[in-house]
């Protein structure tokens, strides 16, 4: 099976191409929208117009023909972080998050990036933050939506 990184900003020139590419991201990440709260605005709104600005990326691997893992990146003068970073199910444990993890620190120019997940989910992030060295910085009850709390790791909110 054949893995891709592609970066949606290399595609940015490229209007049909970037705007498939940016929905079928979408698609792969509606679970989102019930543990982040107006998740699908701020994607097709803040990261969209960000992208074009060249302060965000959207880094996606390919598995075979499948959208695999997809991150989203936040890259400005206040901050390096990743927002998001998802590998589907059916392909974790192929070495996907940890490409994804390693262009991401590439892209942003730093091994330690700010990033936030939310409780629930932090038992499955904790080997790839292990290994990459992550420190827990902070826990925020509420911060994204009510009832759940969202750990960082590498800084602060």
Not at 59 to 82: C, Q, R, S, T
């Amino acid at each position: 099976m054949k893995k891709t990184t592609i970066s949606l900003v290399n595609c940015i020139d490229d209007y049909p191409l970037f705007d498939y590419y940016f929905d079928s991201i979408y698609m792969t990440l509606t679970q989102l929208d019930g543990e982040y709260p107006h998740f699908k605005n701020w994607y097709y709104q803040k990261v969209k117009q960000d992208l074009l600005k060249g302060e965000r990326n959207i880094l996606f691997n390919f598995y075979d023909d499948y959208i695999a893992g997809v991150a989203i990146l936040k890259n400005n003068l206040y901050e390096k972080k990743i927002c998001t970073l998802r590998v589907d199910e059916r392909f974790q444990k192929n070495g996907i998050g940890t490409s994804l993890m390693l262009n991401s620190f590439y892209y942003l120019n730093t091994q330690t990036p700010i990033i936030t997940v939310n409780s629930i989910k932090e038992r499955q992030f904790r080997p790839l933050f292990t290994r990459f060295g992550f420190e827990k910085a902070e826990e925020y009850q509420n911060y994204y939506s009510f009832g759940s709390k969202e750990i960082s790791y590498n800084g602060c909110l």
